[in-house]
């Protein structure tokens, strides 16, 4: 069996020919269709690194099973008009070759090989990861908000004309992108079996004096993760609490964010980490921080903040897609509202608030390790072969 995966992720292949990714896939994620249909190509952009880049930040995708085919960037003007042609006969071949198509959404590539597979009568599954209204409305540019209503629709249509649905939220998304097919409600994201030292760890170095290091982690060339709401809300909190840190983790250039940081007269207090490959090392990070911070505009259920969350770290969070499913209320605010992210950060120094989220984070995620979501993910993708 051979599958055909597409979305529009940004993979790097490095000066020694291996294919890398930062952040959202590894190894362990790509097995996953691997073990299920054998033979993977997957459709995506591809981006050359510098011979000087630093491999062991990133993670691994090169496999013998693993092929992939370089898209045209079709989230851009240039690539919705001009670039389509192209990219269409490219896709059409690889669906024809493929038994499966598997379509990560919101994603151009996506919804154009969905698209294909419908006309060519191939078993065709969306996996729903966020809302493509929010992402485009929320904090892109005019055309970018003028295309969002047609979007919106375009990605509703995929998903309810496709066979299979696998949603990351158990809500949220089934809302905003309904299915007529068979469906599936599970976090896709990998986490380890929950170890009770975690959560002792953290109660022991929960700082006495109420100081807090906040961390986040976001690719520095988006602004869908808020970055800017969260440099500007850490800024607010300063005013009160000088004693305060604020970490980022992520690829990309810091240049923009570290000119942002230094106009609130905060520069020396938010420290730019790079970048870490996918598991151990960035759990190891969120070790080193006291209080998560999730300030995105577009979401479905936010992987690093789960991964904060399996760390027993608190964390303070938008209400951007399903992330209301993971944190309480009072831990929330709204899209782009700073002001009240300040005051949250204010009161997260509280020793005693940091000791109850911690606890209540842990035990909230523990119904989301791998061990109790894969074989239902499994399951469900074995249909579609």
């Known amino acids: 069996m051979s599958l055909l995966f597409c979305h529009d992720h940004r993979f790097f292949v490095g000066a020694d020919g291996g294919i890398y990714s930062y952040g959202q896939y590894d190894m ?3 097995n996953r ?3 299920i249909f054998g033979e993977v190509t997957i459709a995506a952009r591809g981006v050359a690194l510098d011979e000087k880049d630093d491999l062991s930040r990133y993670s691994l995708c090169s496999s013998e099973n693993i092929s992939f085919l370089w898209m045209p960037n079709l989230s851009s003007l240039r690539g919705l008009t001009i670039g389509r042609p192209s990219a269409r006969r490219l896709l059409t071949q690889a669906v024809a ?8 959404l919101p994603s151009e590539i996506g919804l154009m090989a969905l ?3 419908r006309k060519l009568e191939k078993p ?5 990861v966020a809302c493509v209204w929010d992402g485009l409305r929320s904090h892109g540019g005019l055309v970018s908000r003028l295309y969002a209503p047609l979007a919106y629709m375009r990605m509703r249509r995929a998903v309810a004309h496709a066979g299979w649905a696998h949603y990351v939220t158990q809500h949220f998304l089934q809302a905003r992108y309904p299915s007529t097919g068979k469906t599936l409600a599970a976090s896709d994201v ?4 929950p ?3 975690i959560l002792s760890r953290r109660l022991a170095h929960i700082p006495a004096a109420g100081a807090a290091t906040f961390g986040m982690i976001a690719a520095l060339f988006h602004k869908e993760k808020g970055i800017d709401v969260a440099i500007e809300a850490f800024s607010r909190a300063r005013i009160e609490r000088n004693d305060i840190r604020l970490r980022i983790l992520g690829p990309g250039d810091s240049a923009p964010w570290r000119k942002l940081a230094r106009k609130l007269g905060v520069e020396e207090s938010v420290e730019f980490c790079g970048s870490l490959p996918r598991g151990g090392a960035v759990l190891n990070w969120i070790e080193g921080i006291d209080v998560y911070v999730q300030a995105s505009f577009q979401e479905g259920l936010p992987r690093a903040l789960m991964e904060a969350m399996s760390q027993a770290c608190p964390a303070l969070a938008s209400s951007a897609g399903g992330t209301a499913e993971l944190v309480e209320q009072d831990c929330l605010h709204t899209p782009g509202d700073g002001k009240t992210l300040a005051q949250q950060m204010i009161a997260a120094c509280d020793p005693d608030w940091q000791r109850r989220m911690a606890v209540r984070n842990f035990e909230h995620i523990k119904g989301y390790s791998t061990t109790t979501l894969e074989a239902s993910r499994r399951a469900f993708w074995k249909k579609i072969t």
């Open 28 to 30: 362990t994620i790509l």
């Open 33 to 35: 269709y691997v073990e």
């Open 97 to 104: 070759r493929a038994d499966s198509v598997i379509a990560r």
């Open 115 to 117: 698209g294909i597979a």
């Open 124 to 128: 065709a599954g969306a996996e729903v």
């Open 190 to 193: 990998d986490l380890p079996e």
């Open 195 to 197: 170890d009770e030292s």
